[in-house]
């Protein structure tokens, strides 16, 4: 019957399966149910097995997660604040490279043992136990950066960007792993030394090259001078999919190199900032949505049922044994993560996307067995969201790891635009502040403060300088940061001749923008 369907039926079916996608997760949030997990099983339910949409194309399923990973990956990477990795980046890089080799041991020798017995459903060699290992060695970094921010968790002992950076660069070392894999089992062979050269110079390369794309972008953002703000998001997404394509036909790993090119990014001063964040943040999701609910139909369920045992032991050994086991010798050398740091990072070993889309290539490589491996990939990705994935903020109360979140943005709901230099805060007014004087032009600000926007009581009122103050007020303040740098990028975005020019283009900007929400706000209080 789908023959039959016009390409409106499609876009009308695919629209309807991702609506049911976000409302189950929006359901599943009150449970606290992982989203991501719910997006699987309502692919599921379409699929061929549940209301019959038949979909059983690996290849369009690995070229849609090659894609949704590079958004996905540089999105968290722009999130990834070099201050906070940094106190982590040994610890990270470690879990990314020696935790995979360690997980990819233990968990394939249980595999290959566990597949000796005569009433195992899955009977393997060692080296295909050994690839099932390594399809799942690596924490899915779109897992780990949906949970983690969805629940706004907040984590001690710089437990989060520790988790994101090992999420986020720790693919590489899986996917050489799972190619090398393959290269034996398909030729019987693989030369080692040649393996762990390909090994180094796709790190090296991802490095170098994803620092000097990053900075390639800020360059031309910062240059390029286009009256509409929301073409420079559209802009970055080119050049996220360019570098990851330049970076595999150079020799890098893609991935690696999207992951630190969007470090670069998000750590440097750029136009139009806030759009582009606002941009990526709600592309993220919908390739995350898509991805999930696609793998969810490319799965049928009634293919899990014989080896569900076998997929739920190997699942549990992971969890337990294998995770664990290569978090807690990988850091070793560190000193400073307290034994609780170490047993939450070891629980929160998410698995996801990116181990069902590893699993597709033994399929297209035509690797015995390789149905076999994809439905227990697909298994074991359920079981961790399910157990993993729906305790991560009650693992980290439990613990002692868990920060109160603090709220976002701000009561005002105005945002600055980093290009004009300036940074915003509320401040509370205490009667300390009116002790010498209540007028606002008594209390006793910085010279670079300027109060812009005062809220009493629920009600705005634009600041004067004879305005009697009321313990309680709120005062929305923006202050001006280095001179200097602003009036380099104000000048690289709006050339003029003069610096005064600059300086009145971002005052201009400031009280433009100002205006607008103080009308905004007084139409929302009538």
């Known amino acids: 019957m789908l023959a039959e369907f016009g390409t409106e039926h499609y876009l009308l079916l695919g629209s309807l399966v991702i609506l049911a996608g976000i409302l189950a997760g929006k359901v599943g949030y009150k449970f606290g149910i992982p989203g991501l997990l719910l997006f699987l099983f309502t692919g599921m339910i379409f699929g061929s097995s549940g209301l019959g949409i038949k979909f059983d194309d690996a290849g369009v399923a690995q070229f849609t997660g090659m894609v949704a990973l590079s958004v996905i990956l540089f999105s968290g990477g722009m999130d990834t604040k070099i201050r906070e990795i940094r106190p982590v980046l040994r610890e990270g890089v470690t879990l990314s490279t020696l935790g995979v080799i360690l997980t990819t041991l233990s968990t394939g020798l249980f595999v290959y043992l566990l597949s000796y017995y005569d009433l195992s459903p899955v009977h393997i ?10 399809l799942m060695s690596s924490t899915d970094s779109a897992s780990v950066f949906a949970i983690l921010r969805s629940q706004k968790m907040h984590l001690k002992e710089n437990l989060k ?14 996917y050489m792993l799972t190619l090398a894999l393959i290269q034996y089992i398909g030729m019987g062979q693989a030369d080692i030394a040649v393996i762990a050269g390909e090994l180094l110079l796709q790190f090296a390369l991802g490095c170098v090259l994803g620092y000097i794309f990053g900075k390639i972008s800020v360059f031309l953002l910062n240059r390029i001078n286009i009256e509409n703000d929301m073409i420079y998001p559209i802009i970055l997404l080119c050049l996220v999919f360019v570098t990851f394509s330049l970076s595999s036909l150079f020799g890098g790993n893609g991935y690696l190199t999207i992951y630190i090119a969007g470090i670069v990014v998000g750590n440097s001063r750029l136009v139009h900032k806030k759009s582009i964040i606002t941009f990526f943040d709600g592309i ?7 991805l999930f609910i696609l793998l969810g139909l490319l799965v049928n369920p009634s293919e899990m049922l014989p080896i569900a045992g076998f997929a739920l032991a190997t699942a549990l050994f992971l969890i337990f044994v294998g995770r664990p086991l290569s978090v807690l010798i990988s850091l070793l050398p560190f000193r400073k993560l307290s034994f609780r740091g170490r ?3 070891s629980w929160v070993g998410l698995r996801g996307a990116v181990p069902i889309i590893f699993a597709t290539y033994p399929i297209l490589m035509n690797i015995p067995e390789a149905k076999i ?3 227990v990939v697909f298994f074991i990705t359920i079981v961790s969201l399910l157990i993993q994935g729906s305790t991560v903020s009650s693992a980290a109360r439990w613990l002692g790891l868990a920060i109160p979140s603090s709220a976002e943005g701000n009561l005002f709901g105005v945002e ?9 805060e509320e401040r509370i007014v205490t009667e300390e502040m009116i002790s010498a004087g209540d007028r606002l032009m008594d209390i006793d600000l910085d010279e670079k403060e300027l109060v812009i ?12 300088g004879p305005m009697h103050l009321q313990e309680g007020d709120i005062l929305l303040i923006v202050s001006e940061q280095d001179r200097r740098t602003t009036d380099k990028i104000a000048m690289q975005q709006y050339p003029l001749s003069q610096k005064t020019h600059t300086l009145s283009y971002r005052g201009k900007k400031i ?9 905004r706000l007084k139409k929302h209080s009538d």
């Open 161 to 174: 960007p520790a988790l994101e950076l090992e999420s986020g660069s720790n693919d590489p070392m899986a």
């Open 511 to 519: 009280m433009t923008l100002f205006r607008r929400q103080l009308n």
């Open 453 to 464: 926007l005062i809220s009493r009581h629920g009600s705005y009122r634009v600041p004067k």
């Open 416 to 424: 600055i635009p980093e290009e004009t230099g300036t940074t915003m």
């Open 125 to 134: 060699s060692l080296p295909a136990a050994l690839l099932l290992a390594a």
């Open 373 to 375: 491996l994809f439905n």
């Open 284 to 290: 993220t999701w919908l390739v995350q949505i898509i």
């Open 343 to 345: 047993i939450y990072l």
